[in-house]
C-alpha cells in the first residue's frame, strides 16, 4: 500500500484536473445572470427550468433516447451470438473476425459518420433517422462482442456440455445455462453501448437533419447561437445522471474492468 | 453384444491424425470399468465419443442393443460428471439436480422426492438451497454425481472426478463412489491417469496408450500380469535390469546378468498366456521389476545380485534404497527399517515370479 | 470442423457479418472510390495532389499531429505514477477511484468541454480570478488557441492511459518488487527497472489509443478551438457540412483512416503480444 506523500500528490492533480471542470459546470449552472461567468453571480434555477422548456432539447432528448435505445439492442442481438461464436468455436478466419468486430472502433468515427452520410443518404435516398440508427449499431458492435466475448471466456465450457448430457438440446441449453450466467456481462455491455451511443456526436454530427438531431449535436448548435447557462445546466443534469450510473454500475457489475 | 460395445472407431478432433484408430471395446452392464492411461492416450476421447460430443469419422457405437452412433447427446440419457464438476453456477444444488428431470418433463411431485433422494445417497441433504459458490470442492463433487445419477443413466461416465479433491477426500470419495455403484448396479466408465484409483475401484480396467489399448483385465492381473512393456512401466516396473538368456527348455530358463545366474520356472504363470515364450538362446532381455518385489539381504543367495548400496531414505512405513550395480542403478523398497549403510555391500534379491522380461529394444 | 457446426458458426456470425459489411465497409469502399474519381476524369490522385499540397492543410495537419504527440506525451509521463498507484491500492478504494477515473469518458463530451469553455472564457474562472487579484486588467484570450484545446484533450485521454496503465500494472505480481527490492534495489530503480519495462506493452497500448484518439478528436477542436484553430477533424466537418466540398472532404477522410490503421498496425508488428 502506497502511502507515499508524492503519490498521493499526483492522484490529488490528477483527479483534481478531471474533475474540476465538473464541479465548476455545476456550480455555474446556478448563476443568475445570462451570461456564463465565473464565479456566478447571484442564485437561480431558472437556467433548469428553461432547459424543460427548450422545444428542440426535448425532442433532441427523444431521439437520442430511442436511438439508443434501438441501435443497444441491435448491437446485443448481432454481437452475442458473434461472440459465442467467436468464443466457443475455432475456425481459421477467427481471428480475422475478431479484427473485423473490433474495426469500427478503429476507424475514426468522423470517417464513419461522413462514409454513412455519402453513401446511404445523398446516394441512395436513405432517410436520415435510419442512417443515424445504422452507425450508431456499427460503432457499438466492438463494444457489446468484446465484453460478452470476455464473460464468455470466463465460464466454464464443461457447463453447457452437462446441459446437453442432462437432455437440453443445444439451443435451449444457451438459454438456460449460459445466458443467465453471462447476465453481468450483457448488462455491462448494454449499459456501455447506451452511454457511448448516447454521448456520441461523429456519427450524429453528419447523420442530421429537419428534425433529427442528437441531444449533443443539438447542444452544439445551441451553443452556436447562444451563451446563457442553459447550456451548463443541462450539460449538469447530464453529468450527474451519468455519474448515478457509473456509481450504480460499478457497485453492481464492476463496469469499469469492460471500459 | 455386450451393454455398450463401441466397434472399429476411428475419430479425431481436427484434419490430421486421428487420436482412436480402428478402436473396439466392450463393457458388460452394472460393471464399472476404468480407462486408464497418461494424457493424450485417447481415454477422454473415449468417453467423449460415447457421450455424444465427438461424432467417429468410421465405427459405429450400440448402448444396450440399439445403434446410438449417430444420436445427438441430449437424447443419449448417458450421465456424465466432469472433472471441473460443471456445476451451473446460477442454480442452487436443488435446482442442479433437478435439471435433468425438468427437461424430461418429470412431474413436480415426483422430481422433489427423486431430488431428495438422490442428495440424500450423496449426504448432501440439507444443502438443496445453498449455491456451489458456497459448496466445499467435496460437495461440488457429490453434487455433480448427484445431478448425473438422479436422471437414472443407462450409463455413466466419469472424467477423473476426484483429481481436483485432496488425497484424504480422494480416499473417501472413492469409497463412496464404489458403494453407490454397486448399490444401484449402474454401469461405469471412469477415466483417469492414477492407477491406484483405477486398481481400487475397477471390475475391469482398460489400459490405453497412444488410441490403443495396450491391455484389458482385472485389476490383479493388470497389476501381476502385465501384458506389455508399457503397461507395466505405468504400473510401477521401475527396475530394469539388462540380461541375456544363456539356455532355455521347456521347464526352466536361465539368464545371465553379467555373470550372474538367474534361474526361473517357465511354466505359464497362472492365467497368463506364454510369458516367456518369445525367449530365445543368445537373446537380449530386460529384466522389469518393481521396488517392492524385490528384498535386500546381507548374504548372497539364490537368483541375487551383488550391489552396494547408495543412500536410503526413510519413507516411514518403509525405506527406499537406492542401489546400484556396475552401471546400472535400482530402488528397492524395505519394509524392515534401516538395516543397510551408505556404501555397504548387499544383495538384491529377485523373484521371477514377479518380474517381467521384455525383449531388448 | 464437422459441417454441423461449420452452418452454426455461420448462422451466429452471420447478422454482425452483414452489418460490418454493409454499413462499414461498403461506405467506407465508396468514400475511398469517391476520393480517387472524378466525374468526368476517371480514376485519378487528382484531389489528393490538390488538396494535399495546400499549405493551409500541411498547417492544419502538422498541428494535428502536434497536438497528438503532446497530449500522448503528457498523458505518458502523468499517468505512470498515478496508474501505479491506483494499481497498487486496496480493491475497495480501487474500484472507487477507476469509477472516477472513467468519468470523463462517459460523460457527453459536449458537457465536458463546456467546462473549459467556463474556466478560459473572457468571464471564466482563470480571468476572473487573475484579474480580482489584480493581475490583470483586460481579459487573456485563452479559448480558440492551441492550449485550450490540448488541455481539453488530455481531460479526455488521460483516462483512456489510465485505464491501460493499470490494467498492465495489475499484472505485474508486487513479489516481483519485493523480490527487486530484497537483491537491493530501492523503490526508483525497482521502478525504472521492473515496473516500467513489464508494463510497457500497456504504455503502447495506451499511447496508441490516446494519439489515434487526440488526432480524430471532434469535439473538443470544435468548441475549444472554434474556426481559428483547425484540426484534421474539424477541417473534415468544414469541408463536408459547409463548403460541401466532396472531394476535398473525402480525402481528409481517408488520410485520417490511413494514419490510424498505419498506426495499429504498427503496433501489431512491433509487438505483437497486444491483441
Redo the contacts between chains.
Sequence with gaps: ??TSR???A??G???L???G??L??FI?SFGSEP?????PKGFSLRWFAKVFTVRMFLDAFITSLWIGLASTLSAL???I??A???VR???PSRSL?EV??A??A???????G???????VL?GNFPIVLGLY??H??IL?PYT?RVVSASLRNLDPSIEEAAVSLGAPPVRSFFLVVLPNIRAGVMAAFILAF?TS??N??IS??LTGPGIAA??IQ??IY?EYYFDPT??A???L??VI??L???GA??GL???QY? | MAFLELKQITAGYSKHEPILRDFSLSVERGKLVSLLGPSGCGKTTTLRLIAGFL?PREGRIFLNGKDITQAPPHTRNIGLVFQSYALFPHLTVFDNVAFGLRMRKVPKDELVERVSKALSITDLSGLEHRFPSQLSGGQRQRVALSRALVIEPSLLLLDEPLSNLDAKLRVGMRAELSRIQKTLEITMIYVTHDQVEALSLSDEVVVMQGGRIEQIGSPHQIYRYPATPFVARFLGFDNRLQGTVTAVNPDYGVLSVRGQQFTFSMKAVPNEPEHFSFLQEGEDVEILFRPEDARIEESSGPNSLEVRVLFGTFLGKAVQYLVRFQDQEMTVLCSEGYRFQEGQRAFLRLDPNTWFLVRKE | ??PA??K??L???L???L??GA??L???G??LF?SVYLEGRGFTLYMYLSYLSDPKFHTIFLRTLKFGLIVTGVSAI??Y??S???S???QHRK?L????????????????T??????L?R???IN?TLKSAGLIAEPLRLLYTEGAVIVGL??LF??LM??NLVSAMENISPELEEAAQSLGANRWVTFFRVVIPLSADGLVMGSVLVF?GSI?A??TP??LGGTKILTL?TL??QE??VFMN?GG??VI?VV??VL??LL?LGVRTLRPRIA
Design positions: 500500500m502506497k508524492f503519490y498521493l499526483v492522484l492533480v490528477l483527479y484536473f478531471l474533475l471542470p465538473f465548476l459546470i455555474a451570461i456564463m461567468t465565473f464565479p442481438v448481432l454481437g451470438p458473434a459465442y461464436a467467436l468455436y475455432s475456425f473476425l473485423l468486430f474495426s469500427p478503429v476507424i475514426p468515427g468522423l470517417v464513419l461522413f462514409s454513412l452520410l455519402r453513401f446511404f446516394i445504422v452507425g449499431t456499427v458492435l462482442v452511454i448516447f454521448n456526436v461523429p454530427l453528419f441531444l449533443p447542444m452544439l451553443m447550456i451548463a443541462l450539460s449538469s447530464l453529468i451519468t455519474v450510473i457509473v456509481q460499478e457497485r464492476g463496469i469499469s471500459v | 461424432t | 470442423m464437422p457446426a461449420v452454426t458458426t448462422l451466429l456470425l447478422p454482425a457479418l452489418a460490418v454499413f462499414l461498403l461506405p467506407l465508396f468514400i469517391e502523468l499517468c505514477p498515478a501505479y498507484a491506483i497498487r491500492t486496496d474500484s477511484l477507476m469509477s472516477i477515473v472513467i468519468l470523463p469518458l462517459m460523460t457527453s463530451p459536449v458537457a465536458r463546456y467546462a473549459w469553455m467556463v474556466i472564457g468571464f471564466g474562472l476572473q488530455l481531460q488521460l483516462p489510465v485505464l489515434t480524430t471532434y469535439v470544435a468548441i477533424a473534415l466537418q463536408a457540412v466532396w472532404a473525402t477522410a485520417m483512416t490510424t490503421i495499429y
